[in-house]
């Protein structure tokens, strides 16, 4: 629609138009019917259009011409505004109903919020084109971000075997490079520098390099230092070797050391498929890739010693007792060291978000939603392990206080509302009335029925969850009850151990660590309470628990 115009961009039906689709355009008056159902901003509605006054010459000369009786013209209507009308037509004499009338306003409406989300979504295109240039060094901040976030993750999930963590570098750095085609994981024995990982290539002929037969390594090793080799052709490279770089394109190479106690005892490399510099951030990335390397190789060291030393006194209860302590004080260290780096990520990361250093476009503020969701998820998995080895070496503790039951049901409920609204769920409580004033850690209390309803919703698709609170026999009852798949029968008394899960692929899909229950279980038997759940499969769950009312702490024995 123009200033003055109505111009055809769609057609379809029998009734022919004078002129293609696009090409026809008609004067904006009051003469013809669907200009006035424009300048009214309102549907107009013409039984017989060949019955129309002497003041509508250009309706019934129109619809003489194209061969129809009855019209339906309802404008498109936009912050009050028509931007266009939907026409329809029949070839005889038949007035639509009221039902079909309120249908095309329908119609009208979505055509509307498409228009509307069209031109949005332009507009969005077109700033973000505009910003690519200048935010170019913050999607690779980000990107870089998220790589080393990722590593992170795999760290604190592999103690035990370093192959992981390679294999995650190898698959990330390349792409954070540009032209990157295939990066290899390096360690140094002697004077020999074997294959660790590799995210491509042949093993077979270049698994191996002594670092006497190669000057780029060979300086690596004695500089410390990255290199930075901008054409392979500028160097001399073993033959066999420099043939197996040029089949695969490799043309220019970035190597970083790994770097223990000032000494070299691996590298990095990444191999690119064109000839030129390396950017600084390309260098740095390489060398965070790199440390994260080194902690693996360290925290697999140390857990190798934690664990031969667990071996060597599992003899006796007593030495379990021990090397239970090493491990659970390796666990909250191990906990706390992948918090610190990773809550700078997340704070840097906040900072950015918040537009502290410069303001960010739609992009990069999804790109960082996404940075901080993933950290928090990752922090709080972190939290749980501390919470599980805290209570293994005796170090949980409860903090005893009075406390309103209502308030710990309300505040769960508030923070879980979101939660159920996204999935479409109902989610209800119940709390009798005049409870008693509770003793007992509020907030501990709060964490536990915060798992039990997160559950509920994670595992329940449709329906509703319902809390129900009361007071009976000196202590608190309080249950959560879903319309979800349910547990079967013999999982009901596993899923509060460790690590348990439902052995099912729905629960594989949800997700979890299989501790949340274990330290819902710890909490309500340090109040001296119990918890327990009552399951059909098919039909739902209810995880219920009885606390004292005024509990009293319960050390957890060892």
């Known amino acids: 629609m123009g200033q003055n115009t109505l111009r055809l961009v769609a057609h379809q039906g029998q009734i022919p138009t004078s002129r293609p689709v696009g090409q026809l355009t008609l004067p904006l008056a009051r003469a013809r019917i669907g200009g006035r159902a424009v300048i009214d901003r309102r549907a107009i509605h013409v039984s017989d259009v060949l019955a129309e006054g002497d003041e509508y010459p250009e309706s019934r000369k129109n619809a003489l011409q194209l061969g129809y009786r009855t019209a339906l013209p309802v404008p498109l209507v936009h912050a009050g505004e028509a ?41 969005v295109q077109q700033k973000n084109a505009a910003l690519n240039a200048a935010n170019s060094q913050l999607t690779e901040t980000l990107e870089q971000q998220t790589a080393t976030g990722e590593i992170l993750k795999v760290i604190a999930s592999s103690p035990s075997d370093v192959q992981p963590v390679f294999d995650a570098i190898v698959a990330a750095a390349p792409p954070l490079v540009a032209g990157g085609i295939t990066c290899a994981l390096r360690l140094l024995k002697g004077d020999t520098l074997h294959v660790a990982a590799w995210s491509s290539l042949s093993k077979t002929k270049i698994g191996s390099i002594h670092i006497g037969s190669d ?4 300086r690596l090793v004695r500089d410390r230092q990255p290199i930075a080799i901008a054409d392979l052709n500028d160097i001399s490279l073993n033959a066999e070797y420099r043939d197996e770089l040029r089949k695969y394109g490799v043309r220019s190479a970035l190597l970083v050391p790994l770097l223990q106690d000032g000494l070299v005892i691996g590298a990095i490399a990444v191999g690119r498929a064109m000839i030129g510099p390396f950017a600084e951030h390309e260098t740095r990335i390489l060398q965070t890739f790199a440390d994260q390397a080194v902690i693996a190789i360290e925290n697999t060291r140390l857990f190798g010693e934690v664990q031969a030393r667990t071996r060597e006194l599992a003899k006796t209860v007593e030495d379990l007792e021990i090397a239970s302590q090493h491990k ?17 990520i997340l704070g840097y990361a906040e900072l950015i978000q918040e537009g502290f250093y410069e303001p960010q476009g739609p992009k990069s503020l999804d790109a960082l939603t996404r940075i901080r969701s993933n950290g928090k998820h990752l922090l709080g998995l972190i939290n749980t392990v501390l919470d599980i080895a805290k ?23 508030a923070a879980t509302k979101s939660l159920a609204q996204n999935k479409r769920l109902t989610l209800t409580t119940s709390v009798d009335k005049s409870l008693p004033v509770g003793l007992g850690d509020e907030q501990r209390l709060t964490q536990v029925l915060l798992n039990l309803v997160g559950n509920a919703i994670k595992f329940t698709d449709a329906g509703e969850v319902s809390i129900a609170a009361g007071a009976r026999n000196g202590h ?35 997700g979890g660590t299989g501790l949340g229950l ?18 059909t499969v098919g039909k739902g769950s209810t995880f219920q628990m009885e606390i004292p009312t005024r509990a009293e702490f319960r050390k957890r024995a060892l």
């Open 83 to 123: 931007i266009g009308v939907i026409f329809i037509r029949r070839v005889e004499v038949s007035p639509f109903t009221e039902r079909q009338v309120e249908l095309v306003n329908t119609f009208a409406d979505q055509a509307v919020i498409a228009i509307e989300n069209t031109r949005l979504f332009n507009e």
């Open 215 to 218: 000057p780029r390594w060979a």
């Open 328 to 344: 659970n004080q390796f666990v909250a260290n191990m906990s706390h060291e992948l918090r610190t780096p990773l809550a700078a």
């Open 391 to 413: 209570i293994e070496s005796g170090q949980f503790t409860l903090n005893m206080t009075e406390y309103a039951i209502e308030s710990v049901v309300e505040t769960v409920r």
């Open 476 to 510: 608190f009852s309080v249950s959560v009850t879903d319309t979800g798949p349910g547990i079967p029968l013999d999982q009901q008394d596993r899923i509060f151990d460790q690590f348990h899960q439902v052995d099912s692929s729905l629960t594989k899909a949800k």
């Open 518 to 535: 274990a330290i819902a279980k710890q909490i309500i038997e340090m109040h001296g309470g119990r918890i327990w759940v009552e399951s």
